[in-house]
């Protein structure tokens, strides 16, 4: 990976000085911790479970990354596309993956700090009993990777239209699929009929699947493998698609 001290560096501050010399920033962030605030003592019904853990928090992650990093993501390309921007940044002296990573890297970093703000639930949980801060931690980090797959496949999608509305559009049905593939209604449509190694595929293809795994505090390689795998796969494809549309 190229190192943020060069030119995916120099991309990297530029955008993330961007996100907050606008209230775009701020806006997500303050959103980001008013739902999960909703999520966690009211529909996870935080207080009224009586067990010292985080799973109230971390369960709704995955579905309200579905809908915030989108949100986040839909203007990584689409907007220097319609503004023209997008040919004076490929005419800079950077190559396209240092371009595409330095802006992924500064929205992920950018998700990262709104998830590390959350940390008054993790003192406030301390504050109330004696949790395992090992799986909380790894919980941290599954979500920190969860956030970076689905803000990969944003990525794509916005770089494939210059319009911001679509590429959110996109983005959540594709990470929709990729979330819904390991819920129980989906697998159990499946069993019965179709074989084992078939339905092992769709459950190996959920961000809940492997999430689960790392929320319970399993730091498994395969569960990290699969979304630096993900995040590799569609910034390669962001890319692609890139180089492919500047040809045209």
Known sequence: MTSLTGKTGIIFKRELAAYFSTPLAYVFIVIFLVMNGIATFDLGGFFIRGQADLQPFFSFHPWLYLFMIPALAMGLWADERKSGTIELLMTLPINLRDAVLGKFLAAWMLSGIALLLTFPVWITVN???????????????????????????????????????????????????????????????FSGWAPDVLINAIAGLSFLTHFDAISKGVLDIRDMLFFAAVIAAWLTASAIVIEIKKAN
Not at 135 to 160: E, N, P, Q
Not at 163 to 180: K, M, P
């Open 127 to 189: 504050y109330l009993g004696d949790p395992d801060n090992g799986v909380i931690l790894a919980a941290y980090i599954g979500s920190w990777l969860m956030a970076g797959g689905f803000l990969a496949i944003g990525s794509c999608m916005s770089a494939m239209t210059r319009n911001a509305v679509i590429a959110f559009i996109l983005t959540v049905a594709i990470c929709f699929a990729f979330v819904a593939s390991g819920s129980a209604i989906v697998l159990n449509a």
